[in-house]
């Protein structure tokens, strides 16, 4: 009988356990706004809005938590296997192969370069080499330079600086520390906008939109590989993307 009672528990137990939303964390980039930042300790924006509506469509087989991470951290955790997912990384076949498979699409983002007045980027592979290089602000981990800026770094004709995140490379611009900044261009103006009362004369026309970099889709990037680690890998990738779906259409045609 006692035996009959702790197989019963067990059985019990295990089906209790199985019937349990299983738990997924995804890494956020904590300082990208409007798409994903953190303000007041509580992550927000445009990209953790998204993926929690769509996470509500799957909450009885999977409970999300998004937890929030400076960017370079986040493709490092996932770049030595220590994370299942991190977004919103653009795609990057060749540079993060440890990145596979990405989710649907969760915006279009333009890449701009904002310069300093007098600075122009156009047809910078031509730029005479005699010339001092342009200084050219990042944020950390970003992989944003198209083919002819890849190019011109390769021979001096502009020095990249990684800084902290938009905040920091704004000031920079703003203070003639770097000649141009390359980011998404919402993220940029709204970086400009929340800081025009701490750096006075500071406006969008302060600078140059100087030329379009790429414009690339953002999504949630999983780790490649480790499906023994993460055996629900492949059915929560199938499950979020068609909630990811039907959120963003209801986002499209209200």
Same mark, same amino acid.
């Given at each position: 009988?006692?035996?009959?009672?702790?197989?019963?528990?067990? %059985?019990?137990?295990?089906?209790?356990?199985?019937?349990?939303?299983?738990?997924?964390?995804?890494?956020?980039?904590?300082?990208?706004?409007?798409?994903?930042?953190?303000?007041?300790?509580?992550?927000?924006?445009?990209?953790?809005?998204?993926?929690?509506?769509?996470?509500?469509? #799957? +909450?009885?087989?999977?409970?999300?938590?998004?937890?929030?991470?400076?960017? +370079?951290?986040?493709?490092?955790?996932?770049?030595?296997?220590?994370? %299942?997912?991190?977004?919103?990384?653009? #795609?990057?076949?060749?540079?993060?192969?440890?990145?596979?498979?990405?989710?649907?699409?969760?915006?279009?983002?333009?890449?701009?370069?904002?310069?300093?007045?007098?600075?122009?980027? !156009?047809?910078?592979?031509?730029?005479?080499?005699?010339?001092?290089?342009?200084?050219?602000?990042?944020?950390?981990?970003?992989? #944003?330079?198209?083919?002819?800026?890849?190019?011109?770094?390769?021979?001096?004709?502009? #020095?990249?600086?990684?800084?902290?995140?938009?905040?920091?490379?704004?000031?920079?611009?703003?203070?003639?520390?770097?000649?141009?900044?390359?980011?998404?261009?919402?993220?940029?103006?709204?970086?400009?906008?929340?800081?025009?009362? !701490?750096?006075? @004369?500071?406006?969008?026309?302060?600078?140059?939109?100087?030329?379009?970099?790429?414009?690339?889709?953002?999504?949630?990037?999983?780790?490649? @590989?480790?499906? @023994?680690?993460?055996?629900?890998?492949?059915?929560?990738?199938?499950?979020?993307?068609?909630?990811?779906?039907?959120?963003?259409? +209801?986002?499209?045609?209200?």
């Amino acid at each position: 009988m006692v035996r009959w009672l702790l197989w019963l528990s067990i %059985f019990t137990s295990s089906i209790v356990r199985a019937a349990s939303p299983v738990p997924v964390t995804i890494l956020a980039d904590d300082s990208y706004p409007p798409y994903s930042y953190v303000q007041d300790g509580k992550l927000v924006g445009i990209y953790p809005t998204l993926i929690l509506e769509a996470a509500k469509l #799957i +909450k009885e087989e999977y409970r999300v938590e998004l937890r929030p991470i400076p960017w +370079k951290r986040g493709v490092a955790a996932l770049e030595q296997g220590e994370a %299942f997912a991190l977004m919103p990384p653009y #795609i990057h076949l060749d540079t993060r192969p440890y990145i596979w498979p990405y989710s649907v699409a969760l915006k279009q983002e333009e890449v701009v370069a904002f310069c300093n007045p007098g600075i122009t980027l !156009q047809n910078i592979t031509q730029r005479d080499s005699e010339l001092a290089p342009i200084n050219i602000g990042l944020n950390a981990g970003f992989l #944003i330079l198209d083919d002819a800026l890849k190019e011109a770094r390769k021979t001096g004709r502009i #020095i990249v600086w990684e800084n902290k995140n938009t905040r920091a490379n704004i000031i920079k611009l703003f203070k003639k520390r770097v000649d141009c900044y390359i980011n998404d261009r919402l993220s940029t103006l709204i970086g400009i906008s929340d800081l025009q009362g !701490q750096l006075p @004369g500071l406006s969008a026309q302060s600078f140059v939109e100087d030329r379009i970099v790429l414009s690339r889709s953002a999504h949630i990037g999983y780790l490649k @590989g480790y499906e @023994g680690k993460y055996p629900y890998k492949a059915d929560f990738i199938a499950k979020m993307d068609e909630a990811l779906n039907t959120v963003l259409q +209801k986002a499209t045609h209200p």
